[in-house]
């Protein structure tokens, strides 16, 4: 262990940077890795700088020792494992089992399944000029079946993206009128509208 280089990280430098990233909105359990950071005495945080950060001169500051024993703390409780990059970045090893669910001719959303049988979402939008992607990953919320996250990814994405291209319907250049048509089509086929089903009673 390299005393000088854990000696540049003082304990009280990496509760001060905890406290700070606080005011960001993290999710709940990215949240709860952070804050578990400050839990540690002294004598248990410092030694951990050498096992989550690389031992080069650029590569451990406290901001390389936080994010990744918030990245570790995620990838771990998932019963994945991880190792650190070149960049001195944790990177998650294995890739989520993984379902691709069709949302038209460009739109698609992803379901994946850890190891410890959590499931999360991510997706890939293309509406014309307007669209957005996100990998499935441990940094997001995780749900207890494979239905809960379809339901919640389909939702996020009919809030967020339909609603916003129904909204500004005359720009084409952003919204193309034949894929959002496609792809509010495929939403109403998971999502069927308030009021379409049929009255039974």
Known sequence: MNQDIIEMISYDEIKAYVESEKKYSYKNHKKEALESIVLLSESELLPLVDKYTLNKPNY???????????????????GFTWRI???????????????????????????????KNSFFFGYSINLGGAGG??????????????????????????EGYL????????????????????????????????GSQLRLF
Do not use: C
Not at 60 to 78: C, D
């Open 60 to 78: 451990k500051s406290v901001r390389h020792f936080v994010m990744n024993y918030v990245s570790a703390t995620l990838i771990e409780k998932e």
């Open 85 to 115: 990059d070149e960049y001195g970045w944790v990177k998650q090893n294995e890739k989520f089992e993984e379902v691709r669910i069709v949302l038209g001719t460009k739109n698609s959303l992803q379901i994946g399944k850890s190891p």
């Open 133 to 158: 992607a996100s990998s499935v990953s441990v940094y997001d919320n995780s749900f207890k079946s494979f239905e809960e996250a379809k339901q919640a990814g389909l939702n996020y994405l009919k």
């Open 163 to 194: 609603k916003t291209a129904l909204t500004f319907s005359e720009d084409t250049t952003n919204f193309n009128r034949k894929i959002v048509a496609e792809f509010k089509k495929a939403i109403d086929f998971y999502l069927p509208p308030v």
